[in-house]
T-cell receptor, first 112, second 114 residues
Framework: NAGVMQNPRHLVRRRGQEARLRCSPM?????VYWYRQLPEEGLKFMVY????????ESGMPKERFSAEFPKEGPSILRIQQVVRGDSAAYFC??????????FGQGTRLTVV | SQQGEEDPQALSIQEGENATMNCSYK?????LQWYRQNSGRGLVHLIL?????REKHSGRLRVTLDTSKKSSSLLITASRAADTASYFC??????????????FGQGTILTVHP
């Protein structure tokens, strides 16, 4: 059973471009969570999704950020018109529902 | 202070010594978890302790939880250079079923010198 898979591991975007981060949960896991880690800081919750539903997006910035978890395929975190302040590590976690979540290796986004 | 704050921010010890890290939180929790993160890498889940538990062991790790003080500690015994990493506590809120919606602390940077 493969772990939570995130890709790409590293992503470089110029200011104004779009960044798309993908997360494939562990097999059998229907809950996905996205976190952001700014340099030298802990992880901050962004959004919690189940298949085709956003359950909790209380940590998502109001603009430019969106997330989806379609019926088929990975969960996607999309950042439009990236700015330098979006540079961070973005982690995805998945859980089956009633146990702890398992984290992926993260995607490190650098905006130049 | 924020939910899930670790203390100290940085800890430097010699190989073989014990390392103790503390975590405080503010709101009621369902469980508290400790994670390790090597520099620039992903998170490794170390141990989970539920709100009705007081102590838990896993190998060289010992975690305690005091819900009356809203605090937890992580003890690493007989430390090794390979234990050098950042350690984070994370809390899952009480009353919910969202076990993955965690509040992380700022982390303790542990350096173990050979």
């Amino acid at each position: 059973n493969a772990g939570v898979m995130q890709n790409p591991r590293h992503l470089v975007r110029r200011r104004g471009q779009e960044a798309r981060l993908r997360c494939s949960p562990m097999k059998g896991h229907s809950h996905v969570y996205w976190y952001r880690q700014l340099p030298e800081e802990g992880l901050k919750f962004m959004v919690y999704l189940q298949k085709e539903n956003i359950i909790d997006e209380s940590g998502m910035p109001k603009e430019r950020f969106s997330a989806e978890f379609p019926k088929e395929g990975p969960s996607i975190l999309r950042i439009q018109q990236v700015v330098r302040g979006d540079s961070a590590a973005y982690f995805c976690a998945s859980s089956p529902s009633d146990t702890e979540a398992f984290f992926g290796q993260g995607t490190r986004l650098t905006v130049v | 202070s924020q939910q899930g704050e670790e203390d100290p921010q940085a800890l430097s010890i010699q190989e073989g010594e014990n390392a103790t890290m503390n975590c405080s939180y503010k709101t009621s929790i369902n469980n508290l978890q400790w994670y390790r993160q090597n520099s620039g890498r992903g998170l490794v889940h170390l141990i989970l302790i539920r709100s009705n538990e007081r102590e838990k062991h896993s190998g060289r790790l010992r975690v305690t939880l005091d819900t009356s003080k809203k605090s937890s500690s992580l003890l690493i015994t007989a430390s090794r250079a390979a234990d050098t990493a950042s350690y984070f506590c994370a809390t899952a809120p009480a009353g919910g079923t969202s076990y993955g919606k965690l509040t992380f602390g700022q982390g303790t940077i542990l350096t173990v010198h050979p």
